[in-house]
């Protein structure tokens, strides 16, 4: 079946960076761009970005522009969002979810718990 | 706050029909289609509702969707204990961003 699994969770302090996996199994990797959607304690979610797999092409959010890198090895099936100079305010879950721009998510990755605290 | 407008709560007893609404505008849900994704407590969003109104397989009838114009709501009949869980509206805007709702928590009475 279709899926994606993440890395485990994650501690950081403020500035420094964290990269998180996404490991796609069921599909064929490179026909689908991955997305990249978070969601702090309590709050909705808030989509990052998308990365093409095949292309290595990628579009992001306008509020993380400059913060955030989506890269992928497509030998291993594998995408990574990594975030830097973090602040407590980016302490959230990050989701991985597939879905070609345009369309719809399906599936979504388990999540993946970034905590940022001195 | 969050670019499409939901209600922050909603709630009904067993057997049931709740609807939830989800408001945008021109440039999201006026010229784009509307997805709907449940998350139950502690798990990851799942995709229910796409392109409108098409539900994945897998996803009982009771739950549809449906848009006018630069709104769009989900219906959910026959409403089940199961059912309660946090409910986003999402449409991609123009500029080829994906949007959401703020999300509504659904309670079964």
């Known amino acids: 079946q279709v899926q994606l699994v993440q890395s485990g969770a994650e501690v950081k302090k403020p500035g420094a960076s964290v990269k998180v996996s996404c490991k796609a199994s069921?599909?064929?990797?490179?026909?689908?761009?991955i997305n990249w959607v978070r969601q702090a304690t309590g709050q909705g979610l808030e989509w990052m970005g998308w990365m093409n797999p095949n292309s290595g092409n990628t579009g992001y959010a306008q509020k993380f522009q400059g913060r955030v890198t989506m890269t992928r090895n497509t030998s291993i099936s594998t995408a990574y969002m990594e975030l830097s100079s973090l602040r407590s305010e980016d302490t959230a879950v990050y989701y991985c979810?597939?879905?070609?721009?345009?369309?719809?998510?399906?599936?979504w990755g388990q999540g993946t718990l970034v905590t940022v605290s001195s | 706050q969050s670019v499409l407008t939901q209600p922050p709560s909603a709630s009904g007893t067993p057997g049931q029909r709740v609807t939830i609404s989800c408001s945008g505008s021109?440039?999201?849900?006026?010229?784009?289609?509307v997805y709907w994704y449940q998350q139950l407590p502690g798990t990851a969003p799942k995709l229910l509702i796409y392109?409108?109104?098409q539900r994945p397989s897998g996803v009982p009838d009771r739950f549809s969707g449906s848009k006018s114009g630069t709104s769009a709501s989900l219906a959910i009949s026959g409403l089940r204990s199961e059912d309660e869980a946090d409910y986003y509206c999402a449409a991609w805007d123009d500029s080829l961003s994906l949007v959401f709702g703020g999300g509504t928590k659904l309670t079964v009475l």
């Open positions: 392109r409108n109104n």
């Open positions: 069921g599909y064929t990797f490179t026909s689908y761009d």
């Open positions: 979810a597939r879905g070609r721009i345009g369309s719809r998510f399906d599936p």
């Open positions: 021109s440039s999201n849900i006026g010229s784009n289609y």
